[in-house]
């Protein structure tokens, strides 16, 4: 009788355990993430990137040049990102998505953050987009108007191509992976990463 009652507490227990898990233990949905940074130089091979206006950066004690990274000031750029298959949480006519009712602003628009990586400073782009929502992006379109950097108030446009992995991560995500940027006529490969929640960064040389 005793091994029957410590069999049934047994029991009890563990499906205690299984059901909290279940609870609090909810994946978020599934998303793919596109990360790409891109630095821009001179022909002289001068950091055009370096100095630009941030809102906020890392280290916060520090002068604003010096920062390893932070977010660009959004007064300084514009940044549209074109999906080359239809998808339900973006609009390419107004280059954003709904934001979560309730929240400001009223859309998400695209963000660029600034990192500086071996001495060079990057402009980067992360976008996710979720997987039910949207079909898997093989080809990204950004259009990029910064005056900082082109010295214009021009819309440049680079066209992206990635692959996506099969898996997903154990989060529910997976990152794509860059493979060709084509700009103003050229074909620049981007360089590769190990780690891949980390960007694909090409160097742009603008004559």
Known sequence: MKTLIRFGLWVMALMSLTSCDLFFDTL??????????????????????????????IPSDIAMEDALSGTVNRDLYVLDIIVSEPCTNWDNEIYNAPARPGFEPDVNRPILTMHKNNGNCYLNSSFSLPAED????????????????????????????????????????????????????????????????????????LN
Request: proline letters at 6%.
């Open 134 to 205: 949207c079909p898997e992006q093989r080809i990204l379109t950004y259009k990029l108007k910064v005056d900082y950097v082109f010295g214009d108030n021009a819309v440049h446009e680079f066209v992206t191509y990635w692959d996506v992995p099969k898996k997903y991560l154990p989060d529910n995500s997976k990152f794509a992976k860059c493979y060709r940027i084509e700009f103003d006529g050229n074909e620049i490969i981007p360089e590769t990463v190990e780690d891949e929640s980390r960007n694909y960064s090409a160097t742009i040389i």
């Open 28 to 57: 978020p949905p599934k998303t793919i993430v596109y990360n790409l940074g891109f630095n821009f130089q001179d022909s002289s091979g001068n950091d055009l990137v370096k100095g630009i206006g941030l809102e906020e950066w």
